[in-house]
């Protein structure tokens, strides 16, 4: 698909890649910009991550850079990827299928920056995002810089605990190991299912997820993960290790376990001690767990003094407010029974500052409506009579408010209003809302294993 149109009032061609020579051409940018190893990472999602075409990747380029006839701009300018994925959201006994459209491979040429490139693709993402049926939008991006497109921190990231050699106590379960293949994915796909099933916010794995991580994946070392299968005493398949070389330098960071079987002679020590073995023998500085804090190989490696690394996030966008809600609705409603909220009627009114959400409760089913008109956000007639404790602290607000951009932290469980509150006075819920408001939006434990 190509597209004339203009940004600052300068023309451009917008395109998505219809032949082979359009996608090199943007993988040219990707090099420039990211280096080889993006570009093998762009070459095995376009080998067949699941649900990824190349209407996913977008480009920019100049008219004089792609003459009328040529098959392929001379040169692309400005790029990025839009990666599919469903997220699951888990809590009180239900859960939901989140469809999340991942912020990828991002990048604009040198004497192409400042120009508003970026920011217009930016815009066309998600606006075709939500078309597509996109609620979220996700992104490991650099820190900060997406906020002023709607991305705030949502969900753990790179959880890190790195342990120095001579902190790993212990050995591994001798011999019992061998390297997992295409064969044990049913396997794998078991012991991943049991070691996600307590996360309030995860990405499950379907079998061809499965098969691009075992296959194609490989191709690029930002991928790439070496799966050991554990085996127990009698030689039976009782769980996995998955490893990468990678970290941000060079390490052996452990990426996926199963949850450890002491009946097995695997206890999680075995398995840090197994990951410091590898370490050993390649040469490697240290060993990094990328694990959920709360998985029991962190657990113990943080009881060995191993280093507790600041952690990182995702970035999350909801896009499109009433889908992502409406999707969101059945947990909401089996936490507002399991707390105590059945039987009992709320209202409650919670002015976005353009616009707002009606969440209404009558007992058995929840109501949310959209409310676009920013009715919420009366004036100070309004107000008259109202005492300071009828609506909190400062009465700006008649209604509880809460800064849109916050609603992902909020809402995926990553931190309460309260806490939220705390960094910005934009936060005003009050006090007939905060029960409410803390069952709706309790905190969870979550994470994002890879899907890539």
């Known amino acids: ?40 990472l762009c070459r095995s999602f376009d080998a067949g991550i699941p649900g990824m075409c190349r209407d996913d990747w977008y480009g920019l380029a100049r008219l004089d850079d792609w003459p009328q006839g040529d098959a392929a701009p001379g040169r692309v300018v400005s790029t990025l990827c839009r990666i599919p994925t469903v997220w699951t959201c888990a809590d009180a006994g239900a859960e939901v299928q989140l469809p999340s459209a991942e912020l990828g491979m991002v990048a604009s040429a040198e004497d192409a920056r400042g120009l508003g490139l970026s920011t217009w693709l930016m815009k ?73 099933r307590t996360l309030g916010v995860r990405a499950d794995r379907s079998e061809e997820h499965w098969m691009y991580l075992m296959d194609k994946a490989q191709a690029s070392f930002e991928t790439a993960v070496e799966r050991r299968i554990l085996l127990d005493r009698q030689g039976r398949p009782a769980g996995w290790l998955g490893f990468q070389r990678e970290c941000f330098g060079p390490t052996l960071a452990i990426a996926e376990a199963s949850l450890p079987d002491k009946g097995s002679g695997w206890t999680a020590q075995a398995m840090l001690a197994l990951a410091d073995s590898i370490r050993a023998e390649e040469g490697l500085p ?25 952690e990182y996030a995702w970035q999350i966008a909801i896009l499109d407010k009433p889908a992502f809600f409406g999707c969101m609705r059945p947990v909401i ?29 009558d007992g058995k089913r929840l109501e949310i409506a959209w409310m676009p008109d920013p009715a919420l956000d009366t004036g100070p ?17 008649p209604v509880s408010a809460f800064p849109p951009e916050l609603l992902s932290p ?43």
């Open 286 to 310: 240290h060993v990094t767990v990328l694990l959920p804090r709360s998985h029991p190989v962190s657990v113990a490696a943080a009881e060995l003094g191993g280093e507790l690394c600041r």
């Open 381 to 397: 007639e309004q107000l008259r009579g109202q005492s300071l404790e009828d609506i909190d602290t400062m009465p700006e607000k």
């Open 1 to 40: 698909m190509r597209e004339h149109i203009q940004i600052r009032s300068k023309p451009y061609i917008f395109f998505t890649p219809e032949n082979d020579e359009q996608f090199e051409a943007i993988l040219n940018l990707t090099r420039t910009v990211h280096g080889e190893g993006a570009v093998a």
């Open 410 to 452: 909020l809402a995926l469980g990553y931190r309460t209003w309260q806490e939220l509150g705390h960094c910005r006075r934009d936060v005003m819920i009050r006090p007939e809302d905060r029960g409410f408001m803390d069952v709706l939006f309790p905190v969870m434990a979550s994470f994002i294993y890879p899907l890539f």
């Open 124 to 196: 066309r993402f998600q606006a075709d995002s939500i078309k597509a049926g996109f609620s979220l939008s996700s992104i490991q991006g650099i820190p900060y810089f997406y906020r002023r497109f709607g991305y705030e921190y949502a969900v753990p990231l790179l959880p890190k605990i790195v342990l120095a050699p001579g902190q790993v106590h212990g050995r591994a379960v001798a011999t019992q190991v061998r390297e997992a293949g295409f064969g044990d994915i049913s396997l794998m796909s078991g012991w991943f299912t049991e070691v996600s």
């Open 333 to 361: 409603e089996a936490r507002l029974r399991k707390g105590g909220w059945e039987g009992r009627t709320q209202c409650l009114n919670l002015d976005l500052y353009a616009g707002g959400l009606r969440f209404d409760w």
